[in-house]
């Protein structure tokens, strides 16, 4: 009965404009089942401003201009040659386990003529392929939530950070509304706080077997959380609020911002915006439903 519930819920969002995005979300509807790498890439590099407007308080294009940076999980690589390209950034480095996006990056900064300045490696969810203090700056967007161990990530990426540099991170917490990656069949918020992860995957499959047109990847296990070992959604790994913070143990916070719904739909000035804010500082556990994402500057304490 529940998942008939549920899978009335994912039918009936299909007829508002809570249908998924039917795929990758930056490239417009027509392209995103055919587009090539190396467009994914440009889709990439055209949305790099994104990024920068969750540090409004901090001028992060210019921090990073004349650095040697790291972009951890890079996807197809357009943000990482815009590092360069449009910020100045000295040069830059993209990591990513999977080596179809470490050759799409790879492509576009041959495309751009920048082969010279911006790399990309594989990297294992284990560790970065790059020696203690190398880079100056790191940039991570959207990622934290995938990786297999963010406890593990955070500690690679102090170790490759110089002393004195900073991580700018930007990433959805678990239990955010709108955190569930569902995006390519439903934009319905609050789904996984309603139906457990199992149940999830098993309508969500039977949807994408009625629909040919939505070409993903298909989950067939679930991930568990790196601490508790409970199955969580596909590709992610479960973190909140409280785990991120035990996670950065070492690691000095020079800023962290939850941006709240209405902050990203009607702007961190907007009167519902600064009335809902207090929400965001309830317990975690009441918080998170209400937390888009996190924008988040660690440095690593220069004496370290
Ligand atoms: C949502 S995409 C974001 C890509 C890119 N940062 C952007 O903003 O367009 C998440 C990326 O994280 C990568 N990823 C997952 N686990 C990772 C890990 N342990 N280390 C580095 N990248 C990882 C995925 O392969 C994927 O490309």
New binding site residues.
Partial sequence: MLDSLLSGIIAVSQKTPFRGRGGYT?LPKDRQQVATPLEKGEA?AA?VDR?FQFFPSAPVREEIAGKSIL??????G??TVEYVRICGANDACG????QN?VDAGTALAAKRSLSDKVHFKL????S?PYEDRRFDAIL????L????DPR??LQELYRVLKPGGSLYAVFPVYRGAFSHHLDYLTLVPGLHLLFGPDRLLRVVNRHLDARPDIIVGRHDRLPTHYKTGKPVLP?LNGMGLRDFKEAIEGWKVRSLTLNSIPDIVLGRRSLVSRLTRPLTTMPPVLAEPFVFNVAVILTRPAES
């Fill in positions: 930056n990439e949305d990024f972009d951890f999980g890079s996807g197809y357009g943000r990591v990513e386990p999977f996006a990297c294992t969810q284990e970065i991570t967007f959207d990622v939530e995938h990786v297999a593990t990530s590709m």
